[in-house]
């Protein structure tokens, strides 16, 4: 057999992998105050001046303190990647022919520390009533969340064996390791209260666990002789999926229990008012059924003849189809286990200052926010934020951030009061991105705020 028509990662295989990638989604959260200045009617306020403290809620007003019934609704999705340009992405979504010189072009980016993930959620919140078993200072509150997300990082020589074959690997050794993957669909619906003042919440979710692809592997150097004759795999990892028959919309796979929750504090800083909400979503797990399959591998494979071509034929792996080869000669594992979810935790600190520029009327808000996903491939993801406020209705925004599935970014974003009752956010966190053939990532976000 020559050599070049060896392939460790078929082209198929290749294109599907990255299929998973969505070009079009975008994730940032929703930021919230829920508080207002109600004065009486003969009394006038005066613009604050700079040297004296400002209240948080006077700088940013929103809805009234104490409504009966609150419904949140917020969309959000993104894709990004610190490496993968966004005209290789598509291409692949689209199915079309990559040129060597795109693929070239994504090669010459590659920096070691690849990584990718999208980020597809959406929740509804109900919050009712005036009190929660005699406290007037909490409400009941429920809940339901779909969450669809993918994480992951890859080595260089993932990508080049991807892309090219492993032709230029002759009488060499292809590095594998630390790759990892983890691609989860899950529901949540949960029960709690919120505090009437403040931000800080409580909610204990059930989870139904839809599907689920996870792999580690954190070891695994492969070896191809001259000429094609054998490879030899020393690995070290593993790979689990849930229960492929029922993967759909709608079924479940498993289930399982979270807690989200979060602490707001109100204060003064640098003579002005100041926010810091800590906040943790989905901390908790899904216990798949016995139908779900495991592979745990600590061992040096050796492959020749026509066993050569089926080596990490990630086809079936990532796609969850149940035809998947087990591509590594090993036998999977049935049987129930439980893992844990892809747990977000956030610090995110507010400070209102006071009216910037006298003539103008405009006043600004800066929000500074720092977030982690259990995902690989995600990395503390921190951002900036500066939004401005005219007659307490309209607010643009603007802000930077670093870090997430992607590298440095620009976004943009507003802030409509529609009524006293309505309030209307959207953000575009990756603004640059999507204009550009050569940019990085996708992201939107919407929500919709109402006081019933």
């Known amino acids: 057999m020559e050599l070049s028509e060896i392939s460790i990662i078929t082209a198929r295989a ?10 079009s989604l975008a994730s940032i959260p929703v930021a919230r105050i829920n508080a207002q200045i109600v004065l009486p009617k003969e009394e006038v306020v005066k613009k604050p001046t700079t040297d004296r403290p400002v209240r948080m809620d006077i700088v940013f007003p929103t ?6 019934r609150h419904m949140t609704i917020e969309a959000s ?3 990004d990647s610190n490496t993968l340009r966004n005209d290789l992405v598509k291409g692949l979504w689209r199915g079309d022919v990559l040129s060597e010189e795109l693929r070239r072009t994504t090669q010459d980016e590659l920096k070691g520390n690849n990584r990718a993930g999208f980020a597809v959620d959406f929740r509804a919140t109900y919050a009712w009533g005036d009190s929660l078993f005699g406290d007037a200072s909490v409400r009941p509150m429920i809940s339901v969340a779909h969450h669809d997300v993918m994480g992951m990082r890859f080595s260089d020589d993932l990508y080049d064996l991807t892309f090219f074959g492993n032709g230029a690997y002759e009488n060499g050794t292809a590095s594998l390791g630390g790759t990892a993957f983890t691609s989860m669909t899950y529901q ?10 403040s931000e800080s919440y409580l909610r204990l979710e059930l989870v139904n666990g839809q599907r689920m692809n996870s792999a580690d592997l954190r070891q695994a150097d492969l070896f191809t002789a001259t000429d094609g004759r054998f490879l030899q795999l020393d690995l070290d990892g593993s790979y689990a999926r849930s229960d ?12 399982g229990l ?4 979060a602490v707001g504090k109100s204060f003064f800083f640098l003579g002005g008012g100041a926010k810091v909400i800590i906040s943790v979503t989905d901390l908790g797990f899904v216990a798949w059924n016995s139908n779900s399959e495991r592979i745990v591998n600590n061992s040096m494979i050796h492959y020749e003849g026509i066993e050569v071509e089926n080596v990490f034929d990630l086809d079936g792996v990532v796609l969850d189809q149940a035809e998947l080869q087990d ?27 006071g009216y910037h520029g006298t003539r103008s009327g405009y006043r600004y808000r800066w929000e500074i926010s720092l977030d982690q996903r259990n995902l690989p491939g995600y990395a503390p993801h921190l951002s900036v934020g500066m939004s401005f406020l005219k007659r307490h209705r309209f607010s643009p925004e603007l802000a930077l951030s670093t870090g997430g599935f992607g590298g440095a970014r620009i976004g943009i974003g507003a802030h409509w009061h529609v009524s006293p009752s309505v309030q209307v956010l959207m953000r575009v966190p990756n603004a640059i991105g999507p204009l550009v053939a050569s940019g990085h990532g996708a992201a939107l976000m919407l929500a919709v705020d109402v006081a019933l």
């Open 63 to 68: 809805r009234p303190p104490h409504p009966y």
């Open 188 to 197: 949540t619906f949960g029960f709690g209260f919120k505090h009437t003042e």
């Open 258 to 261: 979270a807690i989200s929750g």
């Open 327 to 353: 591509t590594i000669g090993l036998n999977y594992t049935r049987g129930a286990f439980a893992q844990l979810l892809p747990t977000k935790a956030e610090v995110r600190l507010r400070m209102g200052g």
């Open 14 to 23: 290749s294109v599907r992998l990255l299929l998973l990638i969505s070009l």
């Open 244 to 255: 492929t028959g029922r993967s759909g919309f709608g079924t479940s796979s498993g289930l």
């Open 77 to 79: 999705g993104l894709y």
